[in-house]
T-cell receptor
Framework: AQSVSQHNHHVILSEAASLELGCNYS??????LFWYVQYPGQHLQLLLK??????LVKGIKGFEAEFIKSKFSFNLRKPSVQWSDTAEYFC????????????FGTGTRLTIIP | DADVTQTPRNRITKTGKRIMLECSQT?????MYWYRQDPGLGLRLIYY???????NKGEISDGYSVSRQAQAKFSLSLESAIPNQTALYFC???????????????FGDGTRLSIL
């Protein structure tokens, strides 16, 4: 069965600091990878996704993620965070073929200090 | 108007009561999902449906049932609510990309359910 690990449960950064949130997955085939963000009191929104092609994908609000197949990782990065990035971030994975369910990580809570 | 609408947004009820959470969508997607979110556990899949005649159990379906009344509607029921079903519940939809599963899911605003 597929699984997703997000080892950082709570990250606290100052504004303008660089961000990297870890995501590791286990799955035996071709994967689709997603990062979702949940702002306080809101629903999940898609930040970015990887299906194939360039392993460095860019998303909304200056976020990017790099798929490293050999490490089964899909870490999220942002060079300079803002207070408005305070949110919970979820990594998710599914297989690309057939009716594959999406498996979410447990989330990383990001707090940005002004 | 929201593309994925959940009702009610908040509900407080007592142990043993039957509860129905509704989800409707205007995105025209075939696939619909119900998740629950608990602090520190992320989102866990309760049930999912890939078209009107298709219902599948997720990882935590015990104590829940669903009904896919139409392409646009997918409801979740708790037949006899218990306190450990207190959680935030999300409905989501996704497009069927010719049988592939690479389309992102679109979430509703959630229903905060408290069972006393």
């Amino acid at each position: 069965a597929q699984s997703v690990s997000q080892h950082n449960h709570h990250v606290i950064l100052s504004e303008a600091a660089s961000l990297e949130l870890g995501c590791n997955y286990s799955y035996g085939g071709t994967v689709n990878l997603f990062w979702y963000v949940q702002y306080p009191g809101q629903h999940l929104q898609l930040l970015l996704k990887y299906f194939s092609g360039d392993p460095l994908v860019k998303g909304i609000k200056g976020f990017e993620a790099e798929f490293i197949k050999s490490k089964f990782s899909f870490n999220l990065r942002k060079p300079s965070v803002q207070w408005s990035d305070t949110a919970e971030y979820f990594c998710a994975v599914n297989g690309n073929f057939g009716n594959e369910k999406l498996t979410f990580g447990t989330g990383t809570r990001l707090t940005i200090i002004p | 108007d929201a593309d994925v609408t959940q009702t009610p947004r908040n509900r407080i009820t007592k142990t043993g009561k039957r509860i129905m959470l509704e989800c409707s969508q205007t995105k025209g997607h075939d696939r619909m999902y119900w998740y629950r979110q608990d602090p520190g556990l992320g989102l866990r899949l309760i049930y999912y449906s890939f078209d009107v005649k298709d219902i599948n159990k997720g990882e935590i379906s015990d104590g829940y049932s669903v009904s896919r009344q139409a392409q646009a509607k997918f409801s979740l029921s708790l037949e006899s609510a218990i306190p450990n079903q207190t959680a935030l519940y999300f409905c989501a939809t996704s497009d069927d990309n010719r049988g592939l599963s690479n389309q992102p899911q679109h979430f509703g605003d959630g229903t905060r359910l408290s069972i006393l």
